[in-house]
């Protein structure tokens, strides 16, 4: 199982990004999928959440800024950003918590995906 990023890069103040996150392998079944970000010199902090019935929450920083949305179909999860500011900028990490196959419950992590805000 993993879990693929994509959908970062450079943009002005006030644009817009979408981020993608595919996950993929001998899936049984996903719970929560969410997006964390990691600024330069920080710890990585949590951006948004959405369970597979889908109920999101939010960091107050990105509250009407950014939506987090999922297609259960092709075990995909996004975050469109919009009004982005120079202190969004970051590493953005997605993560799910993924029942494989024959397994157990584990949390799984995307490999991370750049997004540079300049102001």
């Known amino acids: 199982v993993q879990l693929q990023a994509s959908g970062g890069g450079l943009v002005q103040a006030g644009g817009s990004l979408r981020l993608s996150c595919a996950a993929s392998g001998r899936i049984f079944r996903i719970n929560a999928m969410g997006w964390y970000r990691q600024a330069p010199g920080k710890q990585r902090e949590l951006v948004a959440t959405i369970t597979n019935g889908g109920t999101t929450n939010y960091q107050d920083a990105v509250k009407g800024r950014f939506t987090i949305s999922r297609d259960n179909a092709k075990n995909t999860v996004y975050l469109q950003m919009n009004s982005l500011k120079a202190e969004d900028t970051g590493v953005y990490y997605c993560?799910?918590?993924?029942?494989?196959?024959?397994?157990?419950?584990?949390?799984?992590w995307g490999q991370g995906t750049l997004v540079t805000v300049s102001s």
């Open positions: 993560d799910a918590d993924i029942l494989p196959s024959g397994s157990t419950w584990s949390k799984y």
